[in-house]
């Protein structure tokens, strides 16, 4: 919506500079319709440059695990100094179907051991959300509301747990 209020301002600037008469009338149009422009212009650069408008909410969710086998975690390294690992589980017991947790630019997989006797993982996600209804009105249709800025997968495995490492 910004977009098209930039636009308008444009085009109703030009019109105004050029075909308004010589008056006080026409000066205070161009006035108003420059900052306006203006405006625009930094709200854009500034949601570009510090996410104007938009606020980060993080959604933390904890979910039991089986393990991708009997109560076996499989990892598998990743990346050229093998440091990080993605890690296969499953999330129903009775189900056949894994899930992977893949480390890339926005997503860290941690992995730790802990007395507890079921396995879990939790998982923390930042999103952006619009601030408030008038950036909502702003920037609608940016596709910014609601963007994964970064996920973290915590993974708690139980000491009886095998973790096992697949090349």
């Known amino acids: 919506m910004i977009l098209v209020i930039l636009v ?3 085009f109703a600037l030009f019109l105004v500079a050029v075909l308004g008469q010589q008056s006080l009338r026409r000066r205070v149009w161009i006035a108003v319709l420059g900052v306006l ?3 625009s212009a930094f709200a854009i650069a500034a949601n570009d440059a510090s996410r104007f408008g938009m606020t980060t909410k993080v959604i933390t969710q ?3 695990i089986v393990g991708a086998a009997d109560h076996t975690i499989l990892t598998s390294p990743i990346g050229t100094d093998k440091q990080n690992l993605a890690v296969v589980y499953r999330q129903n ?4 179907k894994v899930s992977v947790a893949k480390p890339d630019i926005n997503t860290v997989v ?6 507890s006797r079921l396995g879990q993982v939790t998982i923390k996600r930042t999103e952006l959300r619009y601030k408030d209804t008038f950036a909502a009105f702003l920037f609608a249709g ?3 509301n609601g963007q994964t800025l970064n996920t973290t997968y915590d993974f708690a495995i139980p000491q009886s747990w095998r973790v096992s490492e697949r090349k």
């Not at 017991?93 to 056949?96: G, I, T």
């Not at 941690?110 to 007395?115: A, E």
């Open 8 to 10: 308008i301002a444009a």
């Open 37 to 39: 422009l203006i405006a």
């Open 62 to 64: 904890t979910t039991e």
């Open 93 to 96: 017991p009775l189900s056949k």
């Open 110 to 115: 941690k992995l730790h051991r802990t007395d």
């Open 142 to 144: 940016s596709g910014q």
